[in-house]
């Protein structure tokens, strides 16, 4: 068995201590930056910071329980996830909800909150993460945000009678970003 030098130690443990501070700081900043509600608990990490381009499909539908008004729903979305600092890539599709990074690791998840981005644009999501298909970045994965940068709010056009069924692409520029526990 190799052992650790007793002289070594002191810097061995010194080493990891700033090692877990500055995950533990990375982790707090970007959570400085999110709203209260769509926080991660803080016994989570950021394993993979992924930015997005993509396009969500829109639907002009008659909403029964909504006292017949017509609205633009959500009919699918895809994005390609970027590199972030993983080195990993990978895509979104939904429905349902799934990503699937490079290395053959794939999950779904259930939306816990949405918040609202800003006008003209997509909401933000924090999504419980299902287990992961496959072995690899995405295994073990407790939540997903969805942090919208730009784009992706429903059409500026009517939705009525008139253009019922119509379907209208937006694009959308996102941070996919995924927890798993320390």
Not at 99 to 121: F, I, N, Q
Not at 146 to 160: E, K
Request: some cysteine; proline content about 7%; glycine content about 10%.
């Amino acid at each position: 068995m190799n052992r650790i030098p007793t002289h070594k130690r002191p810097a061995l443990s010194a080493l990891l201590l700033a090692a877990s501070l500055a995950t533990a700081s990375a982790s707090a900043a970007t959570q400085d930056n999110v709203p209260q509600i769509m926080q991660v608990p803080a016994d989570n990490r950021i394993v993979w910071q992924a930015p997005a381009q993509g396009a969500v499909t829109y639907e002009c539908r008659m909403m029964p329980t909504d006292g017949g008004r017509y609205a633009w729903v959500i009919a699918s979305a895809a994005a390609t996830l970027g590199a972030g600092q993983s080195g990993q890539t990978g895509t979104y599709q939904s429905p349902p909800e799934t990503w699937r990074a490079s290395d053959g690791s794939a999950l779904t998840g259930m939306e816990t909150v949405r918040a609202s981005a800003g006008p003209d644009r997509l909401y933000d999501q924090l999504v419980l993460a299902n287990p992961s298909a496959g072995v690899g970045l995405l295994t073990g994965v407790t939540y997903i945000q969805r942090l919208v940068r730009s784009g992706g709010g429903a059409p500026s056009a009517p939705c009525s009678a008139t253009n019922k069924g119509q379907r209208e692409q937006i694009s959308y520029q996102a941070d996919y970003v995924f927890w798993k526990p320390n």
